[in-house]
């Protein structure tokens, strides 16, 4: 047995560390928490100092007892838990857990995965910091606080299932504001004048394009300076040179990260952190979870060395960047790779890219400015006062941008490029002048890398928070992330050539949308309601705020009591005045009047999400309803397309004996027939597709290789149809389910195969019964994956020890399902935090 033991909290982390040291050391991975705030209740004792109740998961029983064991029998326990506060909160957390021995436990940090410094965390080890600990615990508590006491006011008012957070809550409200900021802009065009002048000089031919500085407001005014152009002259005016540099960007924080890697590689921002976690453990680049810029003298040698090896002298320039992030965490390092001269990786595509991201932007941030030459052309018409401006800019000495440029979140940045040689007086000759009308610009909706942008600049949220308020938000169906196609608009153009004026009109698709994020119905009228009814909570500065008493409580500087109990009280306070008078919102709209029933027609958010209603509870008539559309909005829709609403489902026609019918469901419309269902394309229209149509769908369905909805035969008079579920493709017969195997192909299985997969399983499902009460078919004892239990309908009840299955009466089997309640469903936890 080794004599020490090293917990880390991940399987990989724990492979590369067990490298790195010796024969006396076993290193073992706690699987992340092992232990949280007990699901059941409130978990926390509000009126004993806010003592918080943990319990240990399910699935970490049996790791919690291995460790155990390891733990008393090893010399020293080292806790190399992550160096943030989350990872000291699963250090404590083990410590007590465990029943560790003070004297026998060292706390090792380190910010990379390398022998140097498992082998220098080993040589310096600590004690468990209670401040970082107490932080994250005061997080911790206060979250469950908000979310266990504001949620059930959210089922109350507004519809069951609801979740609110103190920083899900506040992303949603910037996610809404720049929503409504969208649809409330007023659109106004001007137009913009560019002249094309064609210059040959030494047989080498290129366009001089100029700009006249200001906008036109009207198509009028756009004319008129085209036709003041007519017939003029246009010379070089000015010419002014001015030099100029660009500077790299610092290394990457985790917000950065996700940033560029949206940008440039098409990563969400949990995808970002799931890679960069990966890379981390397996010992290629620093800790992930950082909102310092700053990095070792050790990896600035590094970082200079390389330069000078690939590139040469003059492409170096040290720099030291200080974080200035609102109530920076830690004084980690920035992320950047273990080794420097490690240019490229090997393995899993979205590692090697992210990495080669990573490498890029450390190597470039130790290296020389860019220099640049900007020119600006001042242009002169003969006769007029107007002139035109030609920019553009050459690179002189390319510096760190032979290695990386950073990405922009504008989606209209026009690249410079490089004028043609130039002479002040020279003729110019036009080939061209067009007027164009533009139109302003909404401000541009959200990607999740905007959105955590905007939270670190308001100081919401941490480096470990991000990721998963985004997830949280979009899980609660307050958000979705998805693309938009946008609408025709047309657009005029006015083109002066050879003295003639034309006049266009052309087209242009605005208004698409590539992975943004769009509030929702329900995620707006939740907001709507937490903003009039709990202000204080949804409040920008007072949510950064609590994230500088949690930066207090890590260093010491406050008691994470006191700060508990200065927000529970009056926000309880609050909760309950809402719960009793707080108005139930529901978004309604009235639309108009159906023309047939004269009935009202309005839009609300109702039990089962947004809907249209005509008619109202009081009358005699039952009032009818109908579901949006996915792409529908409570705030946009009008009363045409209610009503079109209620012209399904509909039925077009029969196939194979079976009515087609098309409706629209919580996926979007579907052509349902035989009980099975099948998506419409983007292209379809359910209001107007056929029965052809309809029949088309179903046969480019079956004939794919999933086989969804095929009839493969009868077997006992009934059908045996061909499905796909959550755990892969089935055969439905009579009401049950019935998996295929891993070898069975959906679109070729035959009936003789189908019947072959149904008695199988019924012969199994006999062979698992070991007694059955005539008396009563609901009871049942069975024999397990994990032993025999007792089957009461749908709940299963374990056995004791001792008791012998065979012998055990109906009478048994039913004070055993008495005294043990049916257990609770399995909790499934991610590995890791």
């Given at each position: 047995m080794a004599k020490n033991l090293v917990i880390v909290e991940s399987p990989a982390k724990a492979k590369t560390i067990e490298g790195f040291l010796g024969n006396e050391f076993e290193v073992k991975s706690s699987f992340g928490h092992v232990r949280d705030l007990a699901l059941k209740g409130l978990a926390v004792d509000t009126e004993n100092h806010y003592k918080p109740n943990y319990e240990i998961s399910e699935d970490k029983i049996k790791i919690i007892n291995e460790l155990k064991k390891l733990s008393k029998q090893a010399e020293t326990t080292w806790l190399a838990t992550d160096e943030d506060r989350e990872g000291e909160a699963i250090s404590w957390h083990l410590f007590d857990t465990l029943g560790l021995d003070e004297k026998k436990t060292k706390r090792i940090v380190f910010h990379e995965i390398t022998k140097s410094a498992i082998q220098k965390a080993i040589a310096n080890p600590r004690g468990i910091n209670y401040q970082l600990v107490e932080a994250q615990q005061a997080r911790r508590i206060l979250d469950r606080l908000v979310g266990f006491e504001l949620s059930p006011v959210l089922w109350k008012k507004i519809k069951p299932s609801l979740s609110a957070g103190r920083v899900q809550s506040v992303a949603v409200r910037l996610l809404v504001e720049r929503e409504?900021?969208?649809?409330?802009?007023?659109?106004?065009?001007?137009?913009?004048?560019?002249?094309?002048?064609?210059?040959?000089?030494?047989?080498?031919?290129?366009?001089?394009?100029?700009?006249?500085?200001?906008?036109?407001?009207?198509?009028?005014?756009?004319?008129?300076?085209?036709?003041?152009?007519?017939?003029?002259?246009?010379?070089?005016?000015?010419?002014?040179?001015?030099?100029?540099?660009?500077?790299?960007?610092?290394?990457?924080?985790?917000?950065?990260?996700?940033?560029?890697?949206?940008?440039?590689?098409?990563?969400?921002?949990?995808?970002?952190?799931?890679?960069?976690?990966h890379l981390y453990e397996a010992g290629k680049i620093t800790y992930m979870r950082t909102d310092s810029v700053n990095l070792s003298e050790t990896a600035i040698d590094a970082a200079k060395d390389e330069i000078i090896k690939s590139f040469g002298d003059e492409y170096v320039k040290t720099r030291r960047y200080?974080?200035?992030?609102?109530?920076?965490?830690?004084?980690?390092?920035?992320?950047?790779?273990?080794?420097?001269?490690?240019?490229?990786?090997?393995?899993?595509?979205?590692?090697?890219?992210?990495?080669?991201?990573?490498?890029?932007?450390?190597?470039?941030?130790?290296?020389?400015?860019?220099?640049?030459?900007?020119?600006?052309?001042?242009?002169?018409?003969?006769?007029?006062?107007?002139?035109?401006?030609?920019?553009?800019?050459?690179?002189?000495?390319?510096?760190?941008?032979?290695?990386?440029?950073?990405?922009?979140?504008?989606?209209?940045?026009?690249?410079?490029?490089?004028?043609?040689?130039?002479?002040?007086?020279?003729?110019?000759?036009l080939k061209e002048m067009t007027a164009t009308?533009?139109?302003?610009?909404?401000?541009?909706?959200?990607?999740?890398?905007?959105?955590?942008?905007?939270?670190?600049e308001l100081g919401i949220g941490r480096p470990s928070t991000y990721a998963p308020t985004i997830s949280t938000i979009q899980k609660r169906g307050y958000v979705v992330k998805e693309d938009r196609p946008g609408a025709p608009r047309n657009y005029n153009v006015l083109t002066l050539s050879n003295n003639k004026i034309k006049d266009d009109v052309k087209t242009e698709q605005v208004g698409v949308e590539k992975a943004k994020l769009f509030p929702t119905d329900i995620g707006m009228v939740v907001n709507d309601f937490l903003i009039t009814n709990f202000h204080s909570i949804m409040d920008y500065n007072f949510t950064a705020d609590v994230e500088k008493e949690f930066d207090e409580i890590a260093h010491g500087q406050m008691?994470?009591?006191?700060?508990?109990?200065?927000?529970?009280?009056?926000?309880?306070?609050?909760?309950?005045?809402?719960?009793?008078?707080?108005?139930?919102?529901?978004?309604?709209?009235?639309?108009?009047?159906?023309?047939?029933?004269?009935?009202?027609?309005?839009?609300?958010i109702g039990r089962f999400g947004p809907m249209v209603q005509v008619g109202d509870s009081e009358g005699e008539e039952k009032p009818k309803y109908s579901s949006l559309k996915k792409e529908q909005r409570i705030d946009t829709i009008t009363l045409e397309q209610a009503l079109d609403l209620f012209k399904l489902p509909r039925t077009v026609g029969e196939y194979e004996g079976k009515e087609l019918v098309i409706g629209v469901g919580r996926f979007g419309p579907f052509v349902k027939h035989n009980e099975a269902y099948y998506s419409l394309k983007k292209e379809d229209d359910p209001l107007t597709i056929d029965a052809e149509r309809a029949i088309q769908l179903i046969e480019e369905k079956r004939t794919g290789q999933d086989g969804q909805g095929r009839v493969v035969g009868q077997y006992e008079g009934k059908d045996m149809t061909l499905g796909k579920g959550r755990f892969g493709p089935y055969i439905k017969h009579d009401g049950a389910y019935y998996s295929l195997k891993k070898d069975d192909n959906p679109s070729t299985l035959s009936e003789e195969r189908a019947i072959q997969l149904i008695e199988e399983k019924k012969l199994a499902d006999k062979e698992k019964v070991i007694k059955e009460f005539p008396k009563d078919k609901n009871v049942k004892i069975l024999n397990g994956r994990y032993g025999p239990y007792i089957a009461i309908g749908k709940a299963n009840h374990k056995i004791p020890k001792g008791a012998d299955p065979a012998g055990l009466t109906l009478e048994d089997c039913l004070k055993i399902a008495a005294e043990s309640p049916a257990p609770a469903k399995k909790k499934f936890v991610k590995k890791g935090k």
């Open positions: 409504r900021e969208v649809t409330g802009f007023k659109t106004i065009s001007s137009y913009k004048i560019v002249a094309l002048f064609p210059i040959e000089k030494g047989g080498v031919s290129a366009i001089l394009k100029a700009e006249h500085p200001n906008r036109f407001k009207t198509k009028q005014d756009a004319e008129k300076f085209l036709v003041s152009c007519v017939g003029k002259e246009f010379s070089i005016k000015d010419l002014e040179t001015k030099p100029g540099k660009k500077s790299p960007s610092p290394p990457f924080t985790t917000s950065t990260l996700q940033q560029e890697a949206s940008r440039k590689l098409g990563f969400s921002v949990l995808q970002t952190m799931t890679v960069a976690q200080e974080t200035k992030t609102k109530g920076a965490q830690e004084a980690h390092e920035a992320i950047r790779p273990t080794y420097m001269s490690k240019q490229k990786i090997s393995g899993d595509k979205n590692e090697v890219r992210l990495y080669d991201l990573i490498w890029k932007r450390t190597i470039a941030s130790q290296m020389s400015d860019a220099i640049i030459e900007r020119t600006i052309a001042t242009i002169a018409i003969s006769g007029i006062q107007d002139t035109l401006i030609a920019a553009g800019e050459v690179i002189k000495f390319d510096g760190f941008l032979k290695v990386y440029m950073e990405g922009s979140d504008e989606e209209d940045e026009e690249q410079k490029g490089m004028l043609p040689p130039l002479t002040i007086g020279e003729k110019l000759l009308e533009r139109f302003t610009q909404h401000p541009p909706r959200y990607t999740e890398a905007s959105l955590v942008k905007k939270l670190e008691n994470w009591e006191k700060m508990i109990d200065g927000f529970y009280k009056p926000f309880h306070k609050t909760v309950e005045k809402a719960s009793e008078s707080a108005e139930r919102p529901s978004g309604e709209r009235v639309l108009g009047v159906d023309p047939v029933s004269g009935k009202k027609v309005h839009v609300r």
